[in-house]
């Protein structure tokens, strides 16, 4: 049964720094990876997608690494500002549709 | 940017009533979705509906839920006599097609069971 985890829970920084955040899968037979982010009382916004044929993906000031055969994968943010707070979860999907998450991390950024 | 919609944003039940959570998926999309998360729990997958049929569910998923796509745009959940434990967010989600697209999720239904 693939299980995903996020450590630490929650993350709190001043503006300007550079983020890593972790994420871990035990079953490596994954077809993709979803890093998303999730801001209170709100629904799940996706922000990059990884195939397992891929090594990383990037968006603006994100870049999403996937090491498969480790279980891991990377969410790197560049210059985090305080509109980067809110919750960040990793979900992997294997053979079937369904997606299995993470618990996710709380991300402040201070100003 | 097209967008998942779900109504209601929070609906209040009382135990045994039976509840239906009401989603509009992106239009082009093909592939929908329905997860949970229970306050402070992750987000759980319930069910999978393509072609007009079930195409997973978890073990969550049992006989007192039901979907149902009654016509082009909608995409129902119902809960047919909800428990305490029902509580939960629920959210919609869809993707088109091929399969490495990501799936997009709403914003949620807020439920609350008294």
């Known amino acids: 049964k693939q299980e995903v985890t996020q450590i630490p829970a929650a993350l709190s920084v001043p503006e300007g720094e550079n983020l890593v955040l972790n994420c871990s899968f035990t079953d490596s037979a994954i077809y993709n990876l979803q890093w998303f982010r999730q801001d209170p009382g709100k629904g799940l916004t996706s922000l990059l997608l990884i195939q397992s044929s891929q090594r990383e993906q990037t968006s603006g000031r994100l870049n999403a690494s996937l090491d498969k055969s480790s279980g891991r994968s990377t969410l790197y943010i560049a210059a985090s500002q305080p509109g980067d707070s809110a919750t960040y979860l990793c979900?992997?999907?294997?053979?079937?549709?369904?997606?299995?998450f993470g618990k996710g991390m709380k991300l402040t950024v201070n100003p | 940017e097209p967008e998942v919609t779900q109504t209601p944003s929070h609906q209040v039940t009382q135990m045994g009533q039976e509840v239906i959570l009401r989603c509009v998926p992106i239009s082009n999309h093909l592939y929908f979705y329905w997860y949970r998360q229970i306050l402070g729990q992750k987000v759980e997958f319930l069910v999978s509906?393509?072609?007009?049929?079930?195409?997973?569910k978890s073990e969550i998923f049992d006989d007192q839920f039901s979907v149902e796509r009654p016509d082009g745009s909608n995409f129902t959940l119902k809960i047919r006599s909800t428990k305490l434990e029902d509580s939960a967010m629920y959210f919609c989600?869809?993707?088109?097609?091929?399969?490495?697209?990501?799936?997009?999720f709403g914003d949620g239904t807020r439920l609350s069971i008294l």
């Open positions: 989600a869809s993707r088109s097609d091929p399969p490495n697209q990501p799936q997009h």
């Open positions: 509906f393509y072609n007009n049929e079930i195409s997973e």
């Open positions: 979900a992997v999907q294997g053979g079937s549709e369904k997606l299995v």
